[in-house]
């Protein structure tokens, strides 16, 4: 398998993203936790790729505050079944929009009344920050919860998408 990454200088600091040949395997904050996580990046060569392409075009879009669709980026996060089916449910979260813990536990089929903190677990370890939006993850009653890339970019990712950042600085607390 023939891998790509590249760095895309964000406005929250910059981003590596990992492709192979079809699709992008992560996209991560330099400092976040879990970086690289399963891959030696190290060994990884900078170039382009489609994939790379098609995440830097829809990062520039989204950072410029459009609604670019998901969609148009092939992406295959390599991960366990049971958080395969997490991310697809973070997949189905709107701009804009937030969604607990609970919500998405309720979304799995036969997940059981404990599967919130699994699921906590695995949006902890979304290898594919923002396009897969792990940052509308929020608390039972709506306050910010922990975030890879640092509650900061959380903050700042949620307000991009429209949310008042008085009530996100407020919720924190």
């Given amino acids: 398998m023939e891998f790509a990454q590249q760095v895309y200088p964000s406005p929250l600091g910059p981003l590596t993203l990992l492709s ?42 989204y950072f410029a505050g459009e609604r670019p669709d998901p969609r148009q980026v092939p992406l295959h996060p390599v991960v366990t079944a049971f958080r395969q089916r997490v991310l697809a449910v973070l997949e189905t979260v709107p701009y804009g929009a937030t969604i607990t813990y609970q919500e998405i536990a309720d979304r799995l089929p036969g997940a059981s009344a404990a599967a919130a903190r699994a699921v906590g677990g695995a949006v902890g370890h979304n290898p594919i920050s923002i396009i897969i939006p792990c940052h509308r ?8 919860t922990g975030y890879a890339g640092g509650i900061n970019r959380k903050i700042a990712l949620l307000t991009l998408e429209g949310h008042d950042p008085e009530r996100l600085a407020h919720d924190r607390i």
């Fill in 137 to 144: 993850v929020v608390g039972r009653d709506g306050s910010l």
């Fill in 20 to 61: 192979d040949a079809d699709a992008i395997l992560g996209l991560w904050f330099a400092d976040q936790q879990h970086f690289g996580a399963g891959y030696d990046l190290s060994s990884v060569p900078v170039r382009e790729s489609t994939p790379l392409r098609a995440a830097t075009a829809w990062l520039g879009q």
